[in-house]
């Protein structure tokens, strides 16, 4: 979440966004109050939510016959609660918050309260993990994420608490979790902490009441140069050409991929380091295949930066520290997350709203459509760019699109000719943040390859 001013190699990042993003530009030039998003974006639904800065991540479930998004709610102002939100999208033109969940003695929790946000499935049932912080001075410093069993949807009454998840060892709570489907079959919460490691629990473990045992691995942070916090997000994902479970994560010094196949002897195979404009990393998204990221620095100006590391697979070199090429909505502003389902990119933009850009040409991505969720003026709390567009997801079965806005709450989409998403559609191994629950390793196998070792 933290922004912050750093004018490092910039004038290098800006001669590289400069060759790529004209596209970009262009685009962003046609927009105005009375058109605030391009020909091919349909608003489906709005839901306001609450007051300005409450509203945090979002994450929807990918099953058509379970039409529900969940939004993490916080204060960063001055108003707000702490806690998540349950959307019924049975219809998305009429989104409807149906549960919320609250921590206790709100007044007593200091902190932002509930940020990332994520779903799961065990043993056919359903559930929803909501990262938590909270401050030092007030009630549960430890806490870093509760537990909802959702099975009963839309049943509000069924939705019942099953666990709280702490690190007594690294308070300050979770800032970003992420949800991924080992090959092994476990399912695993990967989580920031207060110091220079990831953390790896067991959900299945955490479940069936073994929270003793949850803490399952760390991952560490190779250079930590004296820093508290070592992650900032993150993402994993099978890689298909070589059989492995890879961790992408992005944080102090920089970007770093990991072989998690053996939980207990993280391999580290990639370091993105030394990049001009860089000295800390936050998102971290591969493509299918695993050969390119796209990388996020948060601070005012930096674009989204595209990396290959194809060079490092074959060995040419240890370390990246050059983008082949760079993209944002408006060089004044900050692009925040993003989902990749390739050759798209969907973006959160904070004040910039919804984004969507192509990267069938990584060298050269291009803008293909926009909505601004955020009309209102930048923030004047603390961070100018932190407002507006903070979380997206993708529902792959239809491509439904959602966003959760800091200020205006949450929002659906369509884009023209994208009525979903299939990795083998695109010759692209069919792996993305959404997990198949239900399939086994051997049917992801199956699926075709897209050449990065």
Same mark, same amino acid.
């Given at each position: 979440m933290t922004i912050r001013s750093n004018s490092i190699?910039?004038?290098?990042?800006?001669? +590289?966004? *400069?060759?790529?993003? *004209?596209?970009? !530009? $262009?685009a962003a030039a046609q927009w105005t109050p009375e058109k605030p998003g391009s020909e091919n974006i349909t608003v489906l639904g709005h839901l306001p939510l609450g007051p300005r800065l409450s509203v945090s991540d979002t994450d929807i479930e990918q099953e058509l016959d379970r039409p529900y998004a969940y939004v993490g709610r916080m204060v960063y102002g001055f108003e707000g609660d702490k806690g998540v939100d349950i959307i019924d999208l049975h219809d998305p033109t009429k989104p409807e918050r149906i549960y919320s969940w609250r921590i206790e003695d709100q $007044? *007593?929790?200091?902190?932002?309260? /509930?940020?990332?946000v994520k779903h799961f499935k065990w043993n056919d049932r359903y559930y929803v993990v909501q990262s938590l912080q909270f401050r030092q001075g007030g009630p549960d410093p430890d806490l870093g994420a509760v537990v909802l069993d959702v099975t009963g949807l839309p049943d509000p009454d069924a939705v019942t608490e099953v666990a709280r998840i702490r690190s007594p060892d690294t308070p300050g709570g979770f800032h970003n979790i992420f949800i991924y489907k080992h090959s092994t079959g476990r399912v695993l919460l990967i989580t920031t902490v207060g110091a220079p490691y990831a953390h790896v629990y067991d959900l299945g473990y955490v479940v069936e009441g073994f929270l003793d045992d949850a803490l399952v691995a760390r991952i560490p942070v190779p250079d930590t140069t004296g820093e508290r916090r070592g992650y900032h997000d993150f993402y994993a994902g099978y890689h298909v050409d070589s059989a492995e479970d890879r961790f992408y994560g992005g944080g102090?010094?920089? #970007? #770093? +991929? #990991? =072989?998690?196949?053996?939980? %207990? %002897?993280? %391999?580290l195979l990639v370091t993105l380091t030394g990049v001009s404009g860089v000295r800390s990393g936050h998102t971290f998204t591969p493509t299918p295949d695993g050969r390119y990221v796209v990388a996020e620095t948060e601070y005012q100006y930096a674009p989204l930066r595209i990396f290959d590391l194809e060079p490092a697979f074959e060995g040419e070199t240890k370390n990246i520290r050059s983008p082949i090429s760079a993209w944002t909505a408006d060089w004044q502003h900050l692009v925040h997350n993003h989902e990749v389902r390739w050759p798209y990119v969907f973006v959160s933009g904070y004040l910039d709203g919804l984004q969507i850009f192509s990267l069938m040409d990584p060298e050269n991505p291009v803008t293909v459509g926009y909505y601004d969720t955020y009309t209102g003026?930048? &923030?004047?709390? !603390? #961070?100018?760019?932190? &407002?507006?567009?903070? /979380?997206? $997801? +993708? !529902? =792959?079965? $239809?491509?439904?699109?959602?966003?959760?806005?800091?200020t205006t709450g949450f929002w659906s989409f369509r884009m023209e000719g994208f009525s979903g998403w299939n990795g083998a559609d695109w010759g692209m191994p069919d792996i993305s943040s959404a997990q198949k629950w239900d399939e086994e390793l051997g049917e992801l196998l199956s699926v075709g390859s897209g050449g990065s070792r």
């Open positions: 190699g910039f004038a290098t990042v800006a001669a +590289v966004a *400069l060759t790529v993003l *004209l596209p970009a !530009r $262009d $007044d *007593l929790h200091l902190g932002t309260g /509930g940020m990332d102090t010094g920089g #970007y #770093y +991929v #990991y =072989n998690i196949t053996d939980l %207990e %002897e993280p %391999e003026p930048p &923030n004047k709390i !603390r #961070y100018s760019q932190f &407002n507006g567009a903070f /979380g997206i $997801d +993708v !529902r =792959n079965a $239809d491509g439904l699109i959602v966003i959760s806005d800091m």
